[in-house]
């Protein structure tokens, strides 16, 4: 199999049902975390009752974006203990959070825990990050396999290196937090969906997430479309992308 499962798709705090940023890629058995914010981890046990993942990538330590790793230690400590710790690809400042969070177990004990910058190789992926514009630092994240790439912003405002991360890919999955019209403010550290698509535009299709709580998630799909010659897909908990 073959896919990319939504977890959660709301920026900064999840809407009643919903969950924020996290997806779960799968690929002939390997299976990699993409993120785990607030809310996240109930939809991840729907597949992976007890957790177990292979993988887990955190682009930046925004508790919506790694929140519910904290709670998937208590998963893996309480229900696993036994287990190999997975191994947790993030900035240095995620274990920071997660440490403050909840320091017994420490989660460099659940975790086998690495600088993402540095990593390379998951698996059967190929990996490639790049530094993208945020308030904390933020890495874009680029997984390769044979017959398939997907690319992820994390959280990100408008950058000239989105189309590096999107060029080819099968997926480019982007934050849209905001709707157009652009800020006039500099430097820009969220993006909107019209923006997500000028980004995306080497990609074959674009899938948006992040959205502010309360947004009219049609509209977004609207402006990108507008933007983007291949498919645009809005994340919805639950939803899975063939790849």
Same mark, same amino acid.
């Given at each position: 199999?073959? *896919?990319?499962?939504?977890?959660? *798709? ?28 607030? @809310? ?22 925004? #508790? ?5 790793? *904290? ?20 900035? #240095? ?30 698996? #059967? ?19 390769? @396999?044979?017959?398939? %790439? ?5 959280? /990100?405002?408008? /950058? ?54 309360? /947004?009219?998630?049609?509209? %977004? ?20 992308? #063939?790849?």
């Amino acid at each position: 199999m073959r *896919s990319l499962t939504v977890l959660g *798709s709301c920026g900064a705090w999840p809407e009643p049902g919903r969950a924020c940023a996290g997806f779960l890629l799968e690929y002939d058995g390997f299976t990699v975390v993409l993120d785990l914010g607030y @809310a996240a981890l109930p939809q991840l046990l729907r597949h992976r009752p007890t957790g177990d993942v292979d993988a887990i990538i955190v682009t930046h330590q925004h #508790p919506d974006h790694c929140v519910d790793v *904290s709670a998937l230690a208590r998963v893996r400590y309480y229900e696993a203990r036994d287990a190999a710790p997975i191994p947790l690809h993030c900035p #240095p400042g995620v274990l920071d959070v997660l440490r403050a969070l909840e320091p017994n177990p420490d989660p460099a004990t659940v975790f086998d825990v690495h600088d993402l910058a540095t990593t390379t190789q998951l698996g #059967p992926f190929t990996v490639e990050t790049v530094l993208l514009p945020h308030y904390v630092t933020n890495l874009g994240v680029r997984l390769t @396999a044979p017959g398939v %790439s997907v690319a992820y912003t994390g959280d /990100s405002g408008p /950058s000239d290196d989105l189309a590096k991360l999107a060029q080819g890919t099968d997926l480019f999955i982007s934050d849209a937090t905001l709707q157009s019209p652009s800020p006039q403010t500099s430097p820009r550290y969220v993006m909107t969906a019209t923006e997500a698509a000028r980004g995306a535009n080497p990609a074959n299709r674009l899938l948006l997430t992040h959205f502010w709580p309360g /947004s009219d998630r049609a509209i %977004s799909l609207a402006e990108a479309q507008r933007e983007f010659d291949g498919e645009v897909l809005t994340a919805e908990e639950g939803l899975t992308i #063939p790849l």
